[in-house]
Every structure is written in C-alpha cells, then in structure tokens.
C-alpha cells in the first residue's frame, strides 16, 4: 500500500502518519518528492482495513494498494528516479557513469594497469572480480581476499571507488569493507539469504539480471534489498539466455523502457557479458545507452589473450577510451552528459 500525502503536508504530518502505520505493524518507506511525500507501507496485508482508515487524516490525499508484486521497487511507491551519490560519482541522474575493469582481479600489476588504463579513459568506478563465480569448478576462481586488498589498493592510487561481487552471506562484510559497491551476479539473484545480508551492509548493491530471471523476479530480488532497508540500489541488464548461438547471451535491451516504467531504480547495461565478444562491445554499449540505460559497466584487459577469464569479451584500453569519446556526443544528444 502507499499513502499519498496532501501537498503541503508538513513534517508533523509526515511523522504523525508513519507512526499510526508503525503502530499498526507495518514498516513506512518514505519518498519525497517535488510535490508529494508518499509513504510506501510493507506489512502483514490482513491489517489493511485499518490503514486504509487513515485516508479519514486531514494530511492524507489517498490510501492506494500497489499493483505490482513488487511494492517499493515499484515507480508506484516511488515515482521519482532513484538518485544517489558513491563517493562523489552521481547515479540515476543526468550525469550517465561508466563502471570499468577486468573481469577477474589477476595480479597487481594487471589491476593497476588496467585501474590507470580505464581512469585515463574517463571511467567512473573500477569494477574486478575477487570471488568469481565459474561455471567450471577447474577455471580459476579469483583470488578472494587477496583481490579485495588489491582492489582497495587501486581504488587509492586512482581515486575510483570500487564494485566487486560477493557470492556468500558469509563474506559480505569482509567485501563491504574494503569496496564501494557490492556486485551481487547474475547466478545468485535469488539466492535470498544473501539479498537479506547484502541489505544491512551499508553499501549500494548492483543486483545483475539473472540469466533466466523475468523481469518481474529481477525486481523482486531488488525488493529483497530495498525491504530489508537499503535504498542504494542498482539494476544491471547483462543478457538473458536464448536460442541464439551467435553471441554468449542476448542482451535484453527491452527491458530497459519496461523496467524504467515500473521501477524508479537505476539500471545499467552490461554489453560484455551481454554479448561475450569485444568487437560487440561498443555497438550494445551505445544501444544500452540509447535505450535510456543509467550507464554501463564494461571488462577492460591489458592483455586479453591472456586473461584468466573473459578475454574474449574484454576491450583494451585503448578501445576503452575510444569507446568513451565516442560515447560523450551520444550522451549529450540523448540529454545526459558523461
Ligand atoms: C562479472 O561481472 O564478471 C560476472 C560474473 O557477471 P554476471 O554475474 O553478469 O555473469
Ligand atoms: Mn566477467
């Protein structure tokens, strides 16, 4: 349910409304926005009679029961777009960001190369893969905590905050010390006690499309996070699986307008993964643009012929920076700036 609040409701009003909601047992969401403050509410639905009393409250416009299956992630509960800073770096505004970096943290000398290599093309946030999730258990498998002080390392000698995934419950705090985003990916986006954790670490959560999931289960696992009380959330397309053999997976550009009308979160594009070849790259990173993605998040290499994982997909970072010259006239046409 949400409570829209008159126009005009003061702070008295906002904090009368939410603490008759508490006290029924519910938990208030608060959205401010230019115009209205609306108050999402999640809780037990068999005391809705009472809440939709409160629309009797001087201060209240409407008691309205949200659609979707998914309530604060919804533009419903929210209607303006989520916005928020990391270190300085803006999302979900005008500005577009670009997240950039190896698939897999190797050494450090590969993470600063590729840390300076990306920072010199103009990317925002350094992303590298610690704890990688293989899909053989032979392939390499990150070098975990090691990788995380590496990242941490390189996120101090070029000024760019840091995402890395984290697969387990377990490791949630050590990842969230030492990065700035915590990558939950496309193989755990249900795996709902590691949402439940991810939501009470403090930081903003990148939750990647599941290659399998539906839009709607994609936003669903948004609304682990959010309901667990972490507002900082990012979505990330990175392609779904298909017939197609072409390319590694079919980069669900679709889903950009439709998961813009439902949610008021982020969403990024992720053209490597999304097509598993570099020369794709740069096509699906200004589509992903083009169709009203956030920003993006591409895998940068040194030396692609000899990366531990993902070198077929991973630009050079001379093509970085070609692709980030490019892409600034394209965003400005599109009214961002990058
Ligand atoms: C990655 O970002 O390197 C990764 C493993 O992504 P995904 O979860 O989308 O496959
Ligand atoms: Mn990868």
């Not at 839009?215 to 017939?243: D, H, K, M």
Request: some cysteine.
């Amino acid at each position: 349910m949400i409570i829209v609040l008159k126009a005009g409701a003061s702070e008295a009003d906002i904090e009368d409304v939410s603490r008759r909601v508490r006290d029924l047992g519910f938990k208030t969401h608060l959205s401010r926005g230019e115009e209205r403050t609306i108050i999402g509410v999640v809780g037990d639905d068999r005391a809705k009679e009472q809440l939709l009393a409160l629309q009797a409250l001087e201060s209240v416009e409407n008691v309205v029961r949200i659609l979707q299956p998914f309530k604060l992630a919804s533009r419903e509960a929210h209607p303006e777009s989520t916005q928020f800073r990391i270190h300085g770096v803006p999302i979900g505004g005008k500005q577009l960001v670009v997240m950039a970096g190896p698939c897999s943290v190797e050494s450090r000398p590969q993470l600063l190369a590729v840390a300076e290599g990306v920072k010199a093309g103009g990317a925002h946030v350094l992303r590298g893969g610690a704890f990688k999730p293989r899909t053989s258990p032979y392939a390499f498998q990150g070098l975990e905590e090691e990788g995380l002080k590496l990242l941490h390392e390189a996120s101090k000698a070029t000024g760019l905050p840091v995402v890395t995934e984290v697969m387990e419950p377990d490791k949630v705090d050590v990842v969230a010390e030492h990065a700035d985003i915590l990558q939950v990916g496309a193989r755990n986006i249900q795996n709902f006690s590691l949402l439940k954790r991810v939501a009470e670490c403090g930081k903003p959560v990148l939750l990647k499309r599941g290659m399998s999931s539906s839009i709607q289960e994609w936003l669903l696992s948004a609304e682990y996070v959010l309901a667990g009380g972490n507002p900082n959330v990012i979505l990330c397309e990175r392609g779904i699986r298909t017939f197609e053999t072409s390319t590694r997976f079919t980069l669900d550009l679709n889903a950009i307008p439709v998961v813009k009308k439902l949610s008021h979160l982020p969403v990024l594009v992720d053209p490597s993964h999304g097509t598993g070849h570099w020369e794709y790259v740069s096509a699906m990173a200004k589509a992903g643009l083009a169709a009203g993605a956030d920003g993006l998040i591409i895998e940068v290499h040194n030396n692609p012929a000899e990366a531990l994982s993902d070198g077929p997909q991973s630009l050079k970072p001379d093509k970085f920076g070609k692709l980030m010259s490019e892409l600034r006239p394209l965003a400005e046409v599109l009214g961002r700036s990058l």
